[in-house]
C-alpha cells in the first residue's frame, strides 16, 4: 500500500561575520536626466519595449528582514552571481543612457571571438581614422598605427579608450563599425537583453542608444560566467600605451576590499556609471549603477551597494548535487529501497535576519515501482522562507534497480494479497 514520506528537515545556519571593509559614506544626489524627448527623459527606445517578467529584488519581498538603503543613483541593481538571485533594485528596468558601460558588449564579442579562435591576442589592427577621431576617453592611438588585440583590450578596459574600442569593433567586421553595433544588437537579444539597443561600440551618446540595469548586469554577469580566462583584464590598474600611462576607472580597485572588475562609464546625460564585482569570503556579488553625480559618488554609493548586499544578506548551501537527501522503499525491485540524491546543487539567498525560519522539505510517495534508472526522479527538496517562492529541487535515485523475475514477482504480489510485505 502507498503512502506518501514528508521528511522535514529545519536547517539552522551560523551566521557568516558582518565584517564591512568599507563603511557606507553619504553621497550626493544623483544628477538630474536631460531631456532628450525619449522615455526617462533621456532616451528614445527604438519600438516598443519587452514586458518585465522577473521577480522582485528580496530586498523589496522581504523589507521587514532588511533595513532599507537610500541610495544616491538613478538606477541600481545588486545581483549574487552563484544564484543569479536579484539583492536589491532601483529602477533596474528603466531605460538609461549606457555610456561606456555598453563597451562590455564590444568586449564579450571580443572574448567570444578569442574563446572561437577567430580572433587571437597578438593578431595586429589597424586604427582608422573612424577610430583615430574618436572623442572623450581614449588610448591616443594613431591612424594606420598596428595594435596588437591585447592590447586594445586593455586600452579600452583600463583606459576606456574609445578608439580601442572602435579598431576592435572593426577589426571584427571588416572595418565597419556599424557591421559590428548588428552583432552587438543581436548578442544582446541572444543574452536576454531584452530592453537594450546600442548603435555603437563605445556608448557614446545616441538618442537610440539605451540599456537598464538590469541588462548590463546580465552581460557583466555572462563576461564573468563565460569568459573567465580573460577576467583579469578587468582588475589591471595601469595600462601605458604610446608612452601615455592612465590608470582604471574603476575606483573601487584601489580600495582594497575585493572589487576586481568590471568597468565604469561617465556622460553629462547619463552621470557616473560603475559595473563593479567583489569577491568576500568566497562569495561573489554583481552591483550596477548609474546616474550619479560625481566619481566620488560613484566610488562611495558603490561600495555602499557592495557592503549592504554582504552584510544584509547570505548564501545558504543546503544541498550539493549528489548528495543523500533519503531512501525510498522499492516494489518488486531487486534492492528493497533506493537512495535519492540532489540533482543539482541547491543554495539560497536570504537576509541574514531569516536564515532561522529557512526550511527543506523532502517529498516523494513510496513505494517505487521498479525498474528504477540511476537518474530517475523521484521526488524533490523544497526550500522555502516566509516572503520568498519556493525553491524546488529534483531528487534523482542514485542507482538503477531492476525488477525482479516473473516467479519472484507472483510471489511478493500473492504475499501482498495475504496481507504480507515486500
Known amino acids: 500500500m502507498k503512502n506518501t514520506v514528508l521528511l522535514a528537515l529545519f536547517l539552522s545556519f551560523l551566521a557568516f561575520p558582518a565584517h564591512a571593509e568599507q563603511p557606507a559614506v553619504a553621497a550626493s544626489s544623483p544628477p538630474p536626466a536631460v531631456s532628450l524627448g525619449g522615455v526617462n527623459d533621456s532616451v528614445a527606445p527604438v519600438g516598443p519595449l519587452a514586458p518585465i517578467t522577473a521577480p522582485p529584488p528580496l530586498a523589496d519581498t522581504m523589507a521587514s528582514e532588511v533595513p532599507p538603503l537610500d541610495l544616491a543613483a538613478r538606477q541600481a541593481i545588486l545581483i549574487d552571481t552563484a544564484t543569479g538571485t536579484v539583492l536589491y533594485a532601483k529602477n533596474a528596468d528603466e531605460p538609461m543612457p549606457t555610456s561606456s558601460l555598453s563597451k562590455m558588449m564590444t568586449l564579450y564579442l571580443t572574448f567570444e571571438a578569442l ?8 593578431d595586429m589592427l589597424t586604427v582608422s581614422k573612424n577610430a583615430w577621431s574618436q572623442q572623450g576617453s581614449r588610448t591616443f592611438l594613431n591612424i594606420g598605427q598596428k595594435v596588437s588585440v591585447e592590447d586594445l583590450i586593455r586600452g579600452v578596459i583600463v583606459q576606456s579608450g574609445n578608439d580601442a ?14 557591421a559590428f553595433v548588428d552583432l552587438m544588437n543581436a548578442t544582446a537579444k541572444e543574452l536576454g537583453m531584452t530592453r537594450t539597443h546600442f548603435v555603437n ?11 537598464t540595469a538590469r541588462d548590463l548586469a546580465t552581460l557583466a554577469l555572462h563576461l564573468i560566467r563565460d569568459f573567465p580566462q580573460y577576467y583579469h583584464y578587468f582588475s589591471e590598474e595601469t595600462f601605458a600605451f604610446n608612452g601615455i600611462k592612465q590608470g582604471n576607472r574603476n575606483p573601487l580597485l584601489y580600495r582594497n576590499i575585493g572589487v576586481d572588475g568590471l568597468k565604469t562609464g561617465h556622460t553629462d ?16 556579488l554583481l552591483a550596477l549603477l548609474n546616474g550619479m553625480a560625481s566619481m566620488q559618488a560613484r566610488a562611495d554609493v558603490g561600495a555602499q551597494l557592495l557592503d549592504y548586499g554582504f552584510q544584509e544578506f547570505g548564501l545558504y548551501p543546503i544541498a550539493k548535487k549528489g548528495d543523500v537527501m533519503a531512501q525510498a522503499k522499492v516494489w ?22 531569516a536564515r532561522s525560519e529557512l526550511k527543506a522539505v523532502v517529498g516523494f510517495t513510496q513505494p517505487i515501482a521498479a525498474p528504477i534508472k540511476k537518474g530517475q526522479q523521484i521526488g524533490v527538496l523544497t526550500i522555502s522562507a516566509p516572503h520568498m517562492t519556493d525553491e524546488v529541487v529534483p531528487l534523482v535515485a542514485a542507482s538503477d534497480v531492476p525488477r525482479v523475475g516473473f516467479f519472484t514477482r507472483m510471489w511478493d504480489k500473492l504475499g501482498a494479497l495475504l496481507g504480507g510485505s515486500s
Open 115 to 122: 574563446k572561437d579562435g577567430k580572433l587571437h591576442l597578438n
Open 165 to 178: 574600442a572602435v579598431t576592435l569593433a572593426e577589426g571584427q567586421a571588416s572595418g565597419s563599425e556599424a
Open 201 to 211: 561600440a563605445t556608448g557614446l551618446p545616441d538618442l537610440h542608444h539605451y540599456s
Open 269 to 284: 546625460v547619463g552621470g557616473y556609471g560603475l559595473c563593479a564585482s567583489e569577491v568576500r569570503n568566497g562569495r561573489r
Open 332 to 353: 518488486l525491485g531487486t534492492h528493497k529501497d533506493v537512495k535519492l540524491v540532489a540533482a543539482q546543487d541547491a543554495e539560497i539567498d536570504l537576509p541574514r535576519a
